[in-house]
DNA sequence: ATCATTATTATGCAAGTGTATAAATTTATG
DNA sequence: CATAAATTTATACACTTGCATAATAATGAT
């Protein structure tokens, strides 16, 4: 009957993390209970004790990591007050920087993706952010263009959505896994022009 | 000494195959040699009389995928001596048309994916197909401009090379897991669409 | 037909897997 | 301090894993 939680109590946290970890660096095949546990400093046992099973932990984890991107997403674009190109640009710079520009967040995203054809709640859990993502920018977009007076039907701005959507994915994609080629910045820059001519408009 | 080869001796092309549809339904967590060989309607010793390991087992399929991958790609593109322009355009639709965009090919390409960065055999099969895929696009993306007395410098038509790419390969990604949304050929339409404003060429 | 080679199965094994359970330790609270 | 609860470890178990090895079946050459 007693709030005994010991403050400064993470583990749960950190036994997330511990395998994000792992998984990064050992692949999911890699990631079993014991190096998980290996990469949290604690013994194999106690990952039962805060999940009810391997699988909870692969979701709570899957989780963690979509709730991560989509916060450094949404930096700076949500409360602000300013105009609808300025968010679009934003949003656009945010997706192509880090930390979502990384080895690290692609090499998990790959990792997951296939279980999210395999487990039903992978597959809520992955069907909840891509609502999340897309219901940023297609509005982002369409007001952007209104702005503009660019008159164009619902049906063409959702194309462009999903242009500029692509565009961000695709870059991502690329300056993650050779994000040597790229220097500070010039992602995000390309991301930026491609934008402008998918939409016409100087963002 | 003898070529005792009996035709129609394909095994190996079988168990290749057997292990991509296994990986695909699956994952590789889920592709066993069991497994795979239950897929190919044989007993799991097989495997190791055509290949060393299961490792090795796991490349050949990975080379077979992206070979598979590139062959679709370069369909009505290397001979012929049609304008830049045109094998651009046929490019560009091949890589956003069935197989290449399908949930199986995403599906495993994903798979594959974070093994390259874990073992050094993959990321060199991996590598030399990107180096195949570069090397198709960016001399046609430079053709292309340089028939239509677009001058620009060769930094410029390198970037533009790098968002073609992402383009496509952001389109790729969703066409293959969010095929429902598009109509036939819509996906290639689009990816026209977004190369055509990129190069400010209408293809 | 006989025999050597190739192809395939059957069986077993050591290591690793997720999970269960009890013991040990730490922490909070009276 | 004492004691109960919360946390962590230690250990064991049934099952799966990749791989090895021997036995069997199919095939080709002579």
């Not at 290996?38 to 709570?60: Q, W």
């Amino acid at each position: 009957m007693s709030t005994k939680r010991r403050e400064g109590n993470n583990r749960r946290q950190e036994l997330i993390e511990a395998a994000l970890d792992c998984i990064e660096n050992e692949g999911l095949q890699g990631a079993t209970v014991r190096k998980v546990a290996d990469y949290a400093g604690v013994t194999n046992g106690l990952i039962r004790f805060y999940f009810s099973s391997k699988d909870e932990l692969i979701r709570a984890a899957y989780a963690a990591l979509l709730e991560k991107i989509y916060a450094s997403a949404r930096v700076n674009i949500e409360d602000s007050q300013l105009p609808a190109k300025e968010r679009l640009r934003r949003f656009i710079e945010a997706t192509l920087s880090f930390p979502i520009v990384s080895p690290r967040t692609v090499l998990l995203w790959a990792n997951f993706l296939p279980l999210t054809y395999i487990d039903e709640q992978m597959a809520a859990i992955r069907s909840d952010g891509y609502v999340e993502t897309t219901n940023i920018l297609q509005p982002l977009i369409k007001a952007t263009l209104e702005d503009h007076e660019q008159l164009i039907t619902d049906q063409e701005s959702a194309r462009s959505a999903v242009k500029i959507n692509a565009v961000i994915d695709g870059l991502w994609l690329e300056g993650s896994m050779a994000g040597y080629k790229f220097e500070n910045g010039e992602l995000a820059q390309m991301g930026l022009e491609t934008a402008s001519a998918i939409l016409a408009i100087e963002l």
